[in-house]
C-alpha cells in the first residue's frame, strides 16, 4: 500500500507555501498583532484558490475526502504563522456540508464574503424550546477569531432533546455580532490567534440554525468528528511551525559566529539540532499516519489522531524553545520571530486536549 502524497497533493502543498510565503509572513503577523483584524487579502486568496472547502463529508470516493490536503495546508498555515481561522473554516464547511439547508451559508464562505470559526469548548450553553423557537444561554469558550467570524459553528444542549446530555447536543450556527451575543478576548499567550469567549443571553434561533438534525446523538457525534478533524490539522500547524523555527534556527547558527568560528561547528548545537530534526520528523510521521487512517476510516483513527496530537504538542513546543536557546540572547527579545513560533506551539499543544490529555486517551484505548 502506497502512503506517500501523490503529485497533486504535492501540488497544492507547493502552491500554498508560495503564496503564503508571499502574503503571510511574519511582518504581517506583527500587523495583525498591533491591529488585530482579519487581512481581507488573505481570506480572498484562500477563497480563490478553493483552499477553504476542500473538505468534502459526501464525497463517494473514500480518497475524494480531501483530508490529506487540508493536512498540508494546515501545515503551511503552521509555517507561515497565518492569521486567519483557516482551520476553522475548513472544519466548519465540513460541518455545513452535512446537510442541504445551509447552501447560501456555505457559497458565502467559499467565495470568501464570509468567515466561519468554531467553538471548540461549551462551557455551560443550553437552549429550552419556547413555541416556534429556541432560547439558548450560557459561555461558549476557545472561538478563535470570534470578533472577525460572521458566524460560528457550536455544539449546545437542547433541553429535553434526548434521554442524556450527550443525547441532547445539537450543532447550531450562530451569529456572533447579534443581539444576545457577546464576545471577549481572552488574551491569551499566542496573539496572531485570537481566543475569544462568546456568552449568549436568551439569544433565539429557529430549526433553520441547526445543522444535520436536532438531538438524539446527531449533534454529538457530528461534533466529535469535527474535534477529530480541528485535533489532526492542529497537530498539522505544529508541525509546520516547529519545522520552519528549526529551519530558520539553523541556517542562523551558520551565520552566527563566536570565537571566530560558526557556531553551527559546536557540537553541542549539533546534538540539540538533530534531536530536534528527530522530533519534528517523527511528529510529522504520525501526523501524516492519523491523516491516512481517518481518511480510509480505519478503525484506529481515534487512537492515531490522539497520538499525533500529543507527540506534535511536545514536539513543537520543544523545538521552538530550543530554537529560542540557540538562538541566545538575540532569540529572547521582542524583535526576533522566534517567540512567535513558540507562542503559536504552545497556543496549539493546549487547544483540543494537551498532550496529557490525549496520552489518557490513548492509555484507555490500550487498556480497553
Given amino acids: 500500500m502506497f502512503f506517500g502524497f501523490t503529485e497533486e497533493e ?161 450543532v447550531i450556527v450562530i451569529d456572533p455580532k447579534r443581539d444576545g451575543a457577546a464576545i471577549r478576548n481572552c488574551r491569551s499567550m499566542d496573539e496572531t490567534y485570537p481566543l475569544y469567549e462568546v456568552t449568549l443571553t436568551n439569544y433565539s434561533f429557529d430549526t433553520k440554525a441547526i445543522v444535520k438534525g436536532l438531538g438524539m446523538g446527531v449533534g454529538h457525534q457530528l461534533m466529535t468528528k469535527l474535534k477529530q478533524l480541528g485535533t489532526l490539522l492542529l497537530a498539522s500547524e505544529m508541525v509546520g511551525c516547529a519545522e520552519r523555527a528549526l529551519y530558520e534556527t539553523v541556517e542562523y547558527t551558520k551565520q552566527r559566529k563566536q570565537f571566530g568560528t560558526e557556531i553551527a561547528r559546536f557540537q553541542a548545537l549539533k546534538h540539540m539540532a538533530a534531536e530536534m530534526y528527530l522530533k519534528v520528523e517523527s511528529a510529522k510521521a504520525s501526523v501524516e499516519y492519523a491523516a491516512w487512517a481517518m481518511e480510509s476510516d480505519d478503525d484506529e483513527a481515534d487512537l492515531a489522531v490522539s497520538i499525533a496530537k500529543s507527540y506534535a504538542s511536545d514536539a513543537a513546543t520543544r523545538v521552538t524553545s530550543d530554537a529560542i536557546q540557540m538562538h541566545g540572547g538575540i532569540g529572547f527579545t521582542w524583535e526576533n520571530d522566534m517567540h512567535l513560533f513558540f507562542k503559536r506551539a504552545r497556543r496549539s499543544a493546549s487547544l483540543l486536549g494537551d498532550a496529557y490529555f490525549h496520552r489518557e486517551q490513548i492509555a484507555r484505548y490500550a487498556l480497553d
Fill in 10 to 170: 504535492k501540488m497544492v502543498q507547493r502552491s500554498v507555501r508560495e503564496m503564503l510565503s508571499e502574503q503571510a509572513t511574519t511582518e504581517a503577523a506583527r500587523a495583525f498583532m498591533a491591529s488585530p483584524t482579519i487581512p481581507k487579502r488573505i481570506q480572498d486568496l484562500l477563497a480563490k484558490q478553493g483552499l477553504l472547502g476542500i473538505m468534502d463529508p459526501n464525497a463517494a470516493d473514500k480518497e475524494a475526502k480531501g483530508i490529506l490536503h487540508a493536512l498540508l495546508i494546515a501545515r503551511e498555515a503552521g509555517r507561515a504563522l497565518l492569521t486567519y481561522p483557516l482551520l476553522e473554516n475548513m472544519v466548519g464547511l465540513y460541518a455545513l456540508k452535512t446537510c442541504k439547508q445551509h447552501g447560501q451559508l456555505i457559497e458565502d464562505v467559499e467565495s470568501g464574503k464570509k468567515c466561519l470559526s468554531v467553538a471548540w469548548s461549551n462551557a455551560d450553553a443550553q437552549a429550552r424550546k419556547e413555541e416556534d423557537a429556541f432560547i439558548l444561554n450560557g459561555t461558549l469558550r476557545q472561538v478563535p477569531f470570534a470578533a472577525d467570524a460572521d458566524a460560528v459553528i457550536a455544539c449546545v444542549r437542547v433541553s429535553g432533546m434526548g434521554l442524556t446530555p450527550d443525547d441532547e447536543e445539537t
